[in-house]
């Protein structure tokens, strides 16, 4: 399922089947709900997923044109400790979610 953190509150908003469609799933919310790409500042964050973050990557740029300003980081232990190995999440401030 693909969950959504909002106001400290984790909703699984989809459920979708397969690693490649999840991604392409976070892409294509994350390309709905920011607002200005030129000066977006958007994270990857993954635990032990590199190649899953730079798929990831990939997709955001395509799906968003102009956005420049991805960083990829790993997940901290804390969190890790909480989401476990495999973990993908894209984060940023885009516009009000209904959900």
Known sequence: YVP????????????????KRALRT??????ENID???NADVTII???APEDAARL??????????LENIA???VGPVIGAHCG????????FGKE???
């Open 4 to 19: 959504i953190i909002k106001d400290g509150k984790l909703n699984a908003i989809e459920k979708v089947q397969g690693r």
């Open 26 to 31: 976070l892409a294509d919310k994350a390309a």
């Open 36 to 38: 200005d790409p030129a």
């Open 46 to 48: 993954h635990a032990d």
């Open 57 to 66: 990557e990939k997709l955001l740029k395509e799906r968003i044109p102009g």
């Open 72 to 74: 990829v980081e790993y």
């Open 85 to 92: 190995p495999g973990t993908v999440a894209v984060c940023f």
């Open 97 to 99: 979610r209904p959900y």
